[in-house]
Antibody, heavy 122, light 107 residues
Framework: EVQLLESGGGLMQPGGSLRLSCAAS????????MSWVRQAPGEGLEWVST????????YYADSVKGRFTISRDTSKNTLFLQMSSLRLEDTAVYYC???????????????WGQGTLVTVSS | AIRITQSPSSLSASTGDRVTFTCRAS??????LAWYQQKPGKAPKLLIYAASTLQSGVPSRFSGSGYGTDFTLTVSCLQSEDFATYFC?????????FGGGTKVEIK
C-alpha cells in the first residue's frame, strides 16, 4: 500500500528556516516524479516544487524560487523540502504528492500525504 | 504562467442531481488536465486525468471532457459523499497550476 507521511511542520518566525520530510512506503520514490503542493488556510491548492524522476532536476514555483530546495534521499525513500527566508505568505498545509505516471512529462498526483502545517508568524 | 479559471466558485445541489462545472485555461493545454476532489481537512483525491480518463477506483458517475482551453467535469447523479470542493490542474507546462476550486454544497 502506497503511503506518504510528512513531518517537520511547525511555527516559525519570518526569515526562519524549516525542513519538511515525506517518508514514502509501498513504492520506490526514485521511480516517480515527486512534488510538494501547499494550501493556505481556506484557500486553494498551489504547486510548490517537483523533482524529476529521471535526473532529479528540480522545478519551482516563482513564489518560492531561490528560497526553497527540493531533494530526495533514495536510500531512505524520503522526499525533502528545505525552506528558508520564510514569509508570512508561506503559511499553509504542505502536502507531498506522488506522480501518477512513470514519465516526467505528465505530472499529476495519485497519492498525497496527510499534510503538515507550516505557520509563519511573528 | 497558465491561468486556470474554474466556474462556478460554488454551487448548491441536491442528491441525485446532475452537476457540471468547468475549467478554462488561459492558453491551450491539449488534454493535460486533471480533476481532484477535496473534503475538509483531507488531502485531494485524483478523479480524472488526461481530461477524460477515470482514475482507478473512481465511480463512473464522474466524467470529464474537453481539449485545448475548455474542460468540464460532470457528476451524473450526485451522492451524499460527493459534496466537496473540486479542483482542476494543468500539467502541460511548468509552473503547474490549479484552478481556484468549485465548492459543491447541499441545497
Amino acid at each position: 500500500e502506497v503511503q506518504l507521511l510528512e513531518s517537520g511542520g511547525g511555527l516559525m518566525q519570518p526569515g526562519g528556516s524549516l525542513r519538511l520530510s515525506c517518508a514514502a512506503s509501498g513504492f520506490t520514490l526514485s521511480n516517480y516524479a515527486m512534488s510538494w503542493v501547499r494550501q493556505a488556510p481556506g484557500e486553494g491548492l498551489e504547486w510548490v516544487s517537483t523533482i524529476s524522476k529521471s535526473d532529479g532536476r528540480p522545478y519551482y514555483a516563482d513564489s518560492v524560487k531561490g528560497r526553497f530546495t527540493i531533494s530526495r534521499d533514495t536510500s531512505k525513500n524520503t522526499l525533502f523540502l528545505q525552506m528558508s527566508s520564510l514569509r508570512l505568505e508561506d503559511t499553509a498545509v504542505y502536502y507531498c504528492a506522488k506522480s501518477l505516471h512513470y514519465s516526467d512529462s505528465f505530472i499529476n498526483f495519485d497519492y498525497w500525504g496527510q499534510g503538515t502545517l507550516v505557520t509563519v508568524s511573528s | 504562467a497558465i491561468r486556470i479559471t474554474q466556474s462556478p466558485s460554488s454551487l448548491s445541489a441536491s442528491t441525485g442531481d446532475r452537476v457540471t462545472f468547468t475549467c478554462r485555461a488561459s492558453q491551450g493545454i491539449a488534454n493535460y488536465l486533471a480533476w481532484y476532489q477535496q473534503k475538509p481537512g483531507k488531502a485531494p483525491k485524483l478523479l480524472i486525468y488526461a481530461a477524460s480518463t477515470l482514475q482507478s477506483g473512481v465511480p463512473s458517475r464522474f466524467s470529464g471532457s474537453g481539449y485545448g482551453t475548455d474542460f468540464t467535469l460532470t457528476v451524473s447523479c450526485l451522492q451524499s459523499e460527493d459534496f466537496a470542493t473540486y479542483f482542476c490542474q494543468q500539467y502541460y507546462v511548468y509552473p503547474l497550476t490549479f484552478g481556484g476550486g468549485t465548492k459543491v454544497e447541499i441545497k
